[in-house]
């Protein structure tokens, strides 16, 4: 007996130094992430858990200041030598974790890299308008676009500049596992499925980060990350919900921190197909949803209503639009006029991605004003596929929230709106033009006056009902100083704390 | 007997051929991951340029004996989404699931048993009534509420553990309750069941007329007879542990095999999905095995009668 319990002994200690605990210490920084990030190298994987932690290992050709304006990081400077090329000018004092420097060559090299379709990265959609990158001197480098590219530098903002030496000299397999920058933060390791480690660089050119040690761990249940906050595990939790976000108000060591991003929520529907084609039916639809209703009822407040499809975050936003004002009475009125009855069914398809309680609200919104509304939910995957079918396939409407990461116009009313992108339901010649050639002028001005053709003419044919600038919301300690932006960047060199 | 084992390996070489076709066909009819891997607005050609280099457009029949010729060398392939070898993804997480499913079942058997054998001697009290709403409650309680009931008593309010993740010894102590939880009630009654069985033969009123402790009864005769039927169920449970494992490790952002493949289905990252199903067969047959062999070294009647 007394053998059996000192081998029980022996057992839980070998346990215990197998899980070697972590130490606290007051410079290690925790953030609690949804899932861990997929994949370290930069050019790859385009999801926010990957992009949180290798946005500080590298730095990008330029970045967004906390306002959102593009400002320089490895370029310093810009100009259009022609309609298709742009020189950059870079800085020379850059230099990778392992003490090389960055050079035009470096550039050029990620240029080609993401561009490349054989290196497979899901994100050679947002640069495949470059056609070349071109080293003009030791720290200058010409770009190539195909045609006249306003959006250029809004994607250059996305674009990681890695080590060309080192890259080719251990391989992409390796570079994924063990990625090496010039940004704020180096990498350290990784523990699948547990945590991701970074470490301050000392050595780097701009602004250095506050705490010496950064952990991002990964916590797929929200309510654990707030459990984790409040219990003092985590410095900073990434996506809470408004219910959750009520519980951290709740506790005075910790915060909610919020922003109003570029992400918009949309209700998109078939102008093309079905009984959502008539537009009365659609005026109806925007009449019946009462869009300051669930974001006050269901979202704790914290999102904005929006008219376009664009929120003033975005290039390409234009002041003055109303929107359609919640008018249940009026929404009758119209389907009536349709010749809209009991019978005539309308599917909306959604997947649990989305948040369920708004997708239901709308539905019973709709069915208030005499639709028959039935839902129907599939995976995620599921889900892209149908709101990229053709119209037939789609049925008549779905709830979705979109972003571009670009805050641009083009990004995000070229893919919905125009008649060659899979994701339209409608289509409108005059609508085409006009995206088209906002896409292809450099002068703001001149885009902003297409734009605002492309919300005049959304306004009129409602190819979806523009909902609300969505917020994303962080809980953190108390004493955290950090601006969340909208375009969702996770600058921990940023971050800092009060006193 | 060698022969009876020969056979069982055959047996189980074709089902685990069989599960890993059926779930390899099955992930695929759904479609394939290049929409979820890229970003809102990717035209129709960056989603057919990458469908190209990631091989999905090539015929099912393809795909398949590709998959088949890798599996041969033993090569499980990359995850699609992470672009690391499966079997590495895998081995960083098996530990993990084996400590909280070890962690369950000491839970599970640590409560379970000892209820089930108070329920026994003590049948038909208000004590036994007491532990069997005790332990029925614990079955009945859904581990995404109880997990995060636990983590708001014990880390949150009380302090004393930590509320998330793997951070020395203590961090298994609240999933593996979690999780033992939800079998404990099924122990505590084939225990209870096979006690009382036992109860009742002639050799216990020897031994209590010899004059042993009761306790002593119940430990060195009863608890060895009871053992078969609880070592059955043991395998079974394993099972559900290992599946109530998913939702446990998704609530204590326990890095185990259950919400890596939770996480792979949705992100549709077949060869993982495939890897840790092939794991999962394995594993199944092995238990089942073991099962047998604890068996005939715990009960010889079975070990003595042979080849049947």
């Known amino acids: ?499 | 007997m060698s022969r009876f084992f020969l056979r069982r390996l055959l047996q189980s070489a074709v089902a685990i051929f069989g599960v890993v076709t059926l779930v390899f066909f099955i992930q695929r009819l759904a479609g394939d991951p290049t929409l979820l891997m890229l970003p809102d607005g990717a035209t129709r050609d960056d989603i057919e340029t990458l469908r190209h280099q990631l091989g999905f457009d090539r015929p099912l029949a393809v795909q398949y004996l590709d998959y088949l010729w890798d599996l041969l060398r033993l090569d499980l392939g990359q995850s699609l989404i992470q672009r690391i070898p499966v079997l590495d993804i895998m081995a960083s997480r098996v530990p993990y699931t084996l400590y909280l499913a070890s962690g369950g079942l000491v839970v599970a058997l640590g409560v379970g048993v000892p209820v089930g054998i108070v329920m026994a001697v003590r049948r038909d009290t208000r004590l036994e009534r007491f532990l069997a709403a005790f332990v029925l409650i614990g079955q009945s309680m859904p581990t995404f509420w109880s997990g995060i009931l636990l983590i708001l008593l014990f880390a949150v309010t009380l302090g004393v553990m930590p509320s998330s993740g793997v951070d020395g010894f203590r961090s298994i102590i609240l999933p593996s309750i979690a999780l033992g939880a939800l079998t404990m009630a099924t122990f505590a009654r084939v225990t209870r069941t096979a006690v009382l069985e036992e109860l009742g033969r002639d050799y216990v009123s020897t031994a209590q007329a010899k004059g042993l402790l009761f306790r002593r009864v119940i430990r060195r005769h009863i608890l060895r007879n009871a053992a078969t039927p609880i070592i059955t169920i043991s395998a079974l449970e394993i099972a559900n542990l290992l599946a109530g494992a998913v939702i446990v490790e998704t609530v204590f952002a326990w890095p185990g095999l259950g919400q890596l493949a939770v996480q792979a289905i949705a992100a549709r990252d077949f060869p993982i999905v495939q890897g840790i199903v092939l794991l999962g067969a394995f594993v199944s047959i092995a238990l089942n095995l073991a099962a047998d062999i604890l068996y005939s070294a715990v009960d010889p009647r079975i070990r003595l009668e042979g080849k049947t």
């Open chain 1, 1 to 499: 007996m007394k053998r059996w319990s000192r081998s029980l002994g022996f057992a839980a200690l070998a346990a215990a130094m197998a899980f070697s605990g972590a130490v606290t210490a007051k410079d290690l920084f925790v953030v609690d992430l949804v899932q861990e990030p997929a994949s370290l190298d930069p050019h790859v994987q385009w999801n926010p858990d990957s992009y949180f932690v290798y946005r500080n290992i590298f730095d990008n050709m330029v970045t967004r200041d906390d306002e959102g304006k593009i400002v320089p990081q490895v370029a310093t400077s810009w100009r259009q030598v022609d309609d298709s090329t742009v020189e950059f000018a870079l800085r020379s004092d850059i230099k990778f974790h392992d003490g090389s420097a960055l050079t035009a060559e470096d550039v050029v090299f990620s240029v080609k890299r993401i561009t490349n379709p054989e290196f497979k990265s899901p994100q050679l959609g947002q640069f495949n308008s470059i056609v070349d990158a071109i080293a003009t001197g030791p720290a200058t480098v010409q770009l190539k676009t195909n045609g006249p590219y306003p959006v250029l530098l809004a994607q250059l903002v996305k674009l990681s500049i890695v080590p060309r030496a080192h890259v080719t000299q251990v391989g992409n397999d390796r570079f994924n596992q063990s990625p090496m920058g010039s940004g704020p933060y180096k990498f350290v390791s990784i523990q699948r499925g547990v945590k991701t480690t970074l470490a301050r660089n000392d050595a780097y050119w701009g602004p250095k980060g506050v705490f010496t040690t950064v952990e991002f761990h990964a916590v797929p249940d929200p309510a654990t990350r707030v459990a984790n906050l409040r219990s003092g595990k985590a410095d900073l939790i990434v996506t809470i919900n408004p219910d959750l976000a009520a519980e951290i108000k709740a506790d005075n060591r910790i915060k909610v921190l919020s922003v109003l991003s570029e992400r918009v929520a949309y209700f998109h529907l078939n102008s093309l197909t079905g009984p959502t084609a008539d537009l009365r039916v659609r005026q109806a639809i925007a009449h019946a949803i009462d869009k300051q209703g669930i974001i006050d009822g269901l979202m704790g407040g914290y999102d904005k209503p929006v008219a376009t499809m664009m929120a003033p975050v975005h290039v390409g936003y234009v002041e003055g639009f109303k929107g359609y004002a919640y008018d249940p009475a009026k929404a009758k009125a119209l389907l009536k006029e349709a010749g809209i009855t009991p019978n005539t069914n309308f599917t909306l398809f959604t997947s649990p991605t989305f948040d369920q309680r708004i997708v239901q609200a709308i539905q019973q919104m709709l069915i208030e004003v005499g639709m028959k509304v039935s839902l129907t939910s599939s995976d995620f995957a599921g889900w892209l596929k149908r709101a990229q079918s053709s119209p037939a396939e789609f049925g008549e409407m779905t709830f979705s929230r979109w972003s571009c990461g670009c805050q641009d116009a083009d990004g995000v009313l070229f893919p919905l709106f125009h008649s060659s992108s899979s994701w339209a339901k409608s289509r409108d010649a005059e609508m085409d033009k006009a995206l088209e050639a906002g896409r292809s002028s450099l002068d703001l001005n001149v885009r902003l006056q297409h734009y605002k053709r492309v919300h005049e003419i959304a306004e009129a044919t409602l190819p979806l009902v523009p909902l609300y600038q969505a917020a994303i919301l962080y809980g953190a300690r108390k004493e955290l100083r950090w601006r969340p932006t909208p375009n969702e960047s996770f600058f921990l060199n940023r971050m800092a704390w009060d006193g």
